[in-house]
Protein backbone atom coordinates (compact mmCIF):
# COMPACT_ATOMS: atom_id res chain seq x y z
CA UNK A 1 0.00 0.00 0.00
CA UNK A 2 1.57 3.56 -0.71
CA UNK A 3 2.25 5.81 1.98
CA UNK A 4 3.79 9.22 2.54
CA UNK A 5 7.29 9.48 4.07
CA UNK A 6 8.60 12.29 5.19
CA UNK A 7 12.65 13.06 5.77
CA UNK A 8 15.15 15.80 6.49
CA UNK A 9 14.14 15.88 10.40
CA UNK A 10 16.69 16.45 12.77
CA UNK A 11 18.46 18.28 15.76
CA UNK A 12 20.08 21.34 15.09
CA UNK A 13 20.60 24.60 16.66
CA UNK A 14 18.87 27.75 17.09
CA UNK A 15 19.22 29.96 14.11
CA UNK A 16 19.92 26.80 11.72
CA UNK A 17 18.10 25.13 8.79
CA UNK A 18 16.83 21.94 7.72
CA UNK A 19 14.71 20.80 4.48
CA UNK A 20 11.96 18.47 5.25
CA UNK A 21 10.95 16.18 2.06
CA UNK A 22 7.40 14.28 1.30
CA UNK A 23 7.36 11.94 -1.01
CA UNK A 24 5.97 8.24 -1.87
CA UNK A 25 7.14 5.09 -0.53
CA UNK A 26 7.12 3.61 -4.04
CA UNK A 27 7.55 4.44 -7.29
CA UNK A 28 5.25 4.86 -9.97
CA UNK A 29 3.03 7.66 -8.06
CA UNK A 30 1.99 11.38 -8.65
CA UNK A 31 1.65 13.58 -5.27
CA UNK A 32 -0.76 16.43 -5.24
CA UNK A 33 1.46 18.23 -1.89
CA UNK A 34 -1.59 20.10 -0.05
CA UNK A 35 0.90 21.22 3.04
CA UNK A 36 2.65 20.63 6.24
CA UNK A 37 1.21 20.11 9.67
CA UNK A 38 3.41 20.36 13.26
CA UNK A 39 2.30 18.72 16.77
CA UNK A 40 4.46 19.66 19.89
CA UNK A 41 4.66 18.09 22.38
CA UNK A 42 1.33 18.09 24.28
CA UNK A 43 -0.42 20.81 22.16
CA UNK A 44 -2.36 20.07 19.28
CA UNK A 45 -1.69 19.03 15.70
CA UNK A 46 -1.01 22.84 13.78
CA UNK A 47 -0.99 24.04 10.02
CA UNK A 48 2.33 25.09 9.27
CA UNK A 49 2.39 26.12 5.41
CA UNK A 50 -0.06 25.03 2.58
CA UNK A 51 -0.76 25.86 -1.41
CA UNK A 52 -4.09 27.11 -2.31
CA UNK A 53 -6.12 25.81 -5.09
CA UNK A 54 -4.48 28.11 -7.22
CA UNK A 55 -0.97 27.07 -6.48
CA UNK A 56 -0.25 29.92 -3.88
CA UNK A 57 1.44 29.65 -0.65
CA UNK A 58 -0.29 30.44 2.89
CA UNK A 59 2.17 30.46 5.85
CA UNK A 60 1.56 30.39 9.85
CA UNK A 61 2.39 33.99 10.85
CA UNK A 62 4.94 32.75 13.03
CA UNK A 63 6.81 30.90 10.00
CA UNK A 64 6.57 33.51 7.66
CA UNK A 65 9.84 34.75 6.07
CA UNK A 66 11.43 31.86 7.54
CA UNK A 67 9.58 28.78 6.00
CA UNK A 68 9.03 28.06 2.28
CA UNK A 69 6.95 25.59 1.13
CA UNK A 70 7.56 24.27 -2.62
CA UNK A 71 6.54 21.19 -4.74
CA UNK A 72 8.69 19.73 -7.53
CA UNK A 73 6.44 17.66 -10.19
CA UNK A 74 9.08 16.48 -12.07
CA UNK A 75 10.38 14.63 -8.89
CA UNK A 76 6.92 14.20 -7.10
CA UNK A 77 7.87 15.29 -3.78
CA UNK A 78 6.98 18.61 -1.83
CA UNK A 79 9.46 20.46 0.63
CA UNK A 80 9.41 22.72 3.15
CA UNK A 81 12.55 24.75 3.63
CA UNK A 82 12.89 25.72 7.24
CA UNK A 83 15.58 28.72 8.37
CA UNK A 84 16.27 30.61 11.13
CA UNK A 85 15.04 28.18 13.43
CA UNK A 86 13.80 29.24 16.63
CA UNK A 87 13.06 26.54 19.74
CA UNK A 88 9.89 27.08 19.45
CA UNK A 89 9.75 25.37 16.31
CA UNK A 90 10.54 21.87 17.77
CA UNK A 91 7.51 18.95 16.95
CA UNK A 92 6.90 16.34 14.39
CA UNK A 93 6.37 17.41 11.13
CA UNK A 94 3.64 15.96 8.92
CA UNK A 95 3.18 16.19 5.37
CA UNK A 96 -0.38 16.15 3.36
CA UNK A 97 -0.62 15.21 0.12
CA UNK A 98 -3.21 13.44 -2.49
CA UNK A 99 -1.53 10.72 -4.49
CA UNK A 100 -2.23 10.00 -7.72
CA UNK A 101 -1.86 5.90 -8.47
CA UNK A 102 -2.50 5.29 -12.15
CA UNK A 103 -5.74 7.20 -13.08
CA UNK A 104 -6.85 7.43 -9.42
CA UNK A 105 -6.79 9.78 -7.13
CA UNK A 106 -6.31 8.63 -3.09
CA UNK A 107 -7.49 11.54 -1.01
CA UNK A 108 -5.80 13.19 1.77
CA UNK A 109 -2.72 11.10 3.01
CA UNK A 110 -0.72 11.74 5.74
CA UNK A 111 2.86 10.91 6.58
CA UNK A 112 4.07 9.15 9.69
CA UNK A 113 5.87 12.81 10.51
CA UNK A 114 9.71 13.75 11.00
CA UNK A 115 10.72 14.90 14.59
CA UNK A 116 12.63 18.20 14.50
CA UNK A 117 14.75 19.53 17.68
CA UNK A 118 15.88 23.16 17.72
CA UNK A 119 18.30 23.85 20.44
CA UNK A 120 18.83 26.54 22.16
Known amino acids: QVQLVESGGGLVQAGGSLRLSCATS????????RGWYRQAPGKQREWVAS???????NYRYSVKGRFTISRDNAKNTMYLQMNSLKPEDTAVYYC??????????????WGQGTQVTVSS
Open 51 to 57: FTSGGYT
Open 26 to 33: GSGFSING
Open 96 to 109: NADILNGSTWLYDY
